[in-house]
């Protein structure tokens, strides 16, 4: 079983490098949200596009119009088919299952304790 990962800062500069990790893996780890704040809709869209993330967190309350504005449009420019995504906004952005949360503060260490604490997880 592939972990569940969430992206919190998705659009930010070291987000976005981990969603690039993400792709390059996307054998080993299922994307299931990214979170952004809402200003950069159109590079959130271009993310989800790429890695099939099936939830969108967007701390703006009046982002999510924009977001599938920007989703039809990247999807329609390359060509791919959009898929269904679950957009939360403002006050209706809570917690979600995940076994692994990546966010800028994740250090190396950090990040070896998740996937130790993943595996046994995943043992038993």
């Known amino acids: 079983m592939t ?3 969430t992206i919190l800062g998705s659009t930010g500069s070291i987000g976005n490098q981990t969603v690039e990790v993400v792709r390059a893996h ?4 299922r994307l299931q949200a990214l979170a952004a704040g809402g200003v950069q809709v159109e590079l959130l ?3 989800v596009l790429e890695v099939g993330a099936e939830q969108v967190a967007i701390a703006d309350d009046g982002a999510e119009p924009a977001f599938r504005a920007a989703l039809t449009e990247v999807g329609a420019a390359a060509g791919v088919r959009v898929p269904p995504v679950r957009v939360l906004t403002g ?3 809570r917690r979600t299952s995940t076994e692994l949360t990546l966010t800028d503060v994740l250090t190396a260490d950090a990040w070896a304790r998740q996937r130790a604490q993943v595996a046994v ?3 038993t």
């Open 3 to 5: 972990p569940a990962v």
């Open 121 to 123: 997880r995943n043992a």
């Open 45 to 47: 869209a271009e993310e």
């Open 91 to 93: 006050a209706e952005v």
């Open 26 to 29: 996307l054998d080993r780890f």
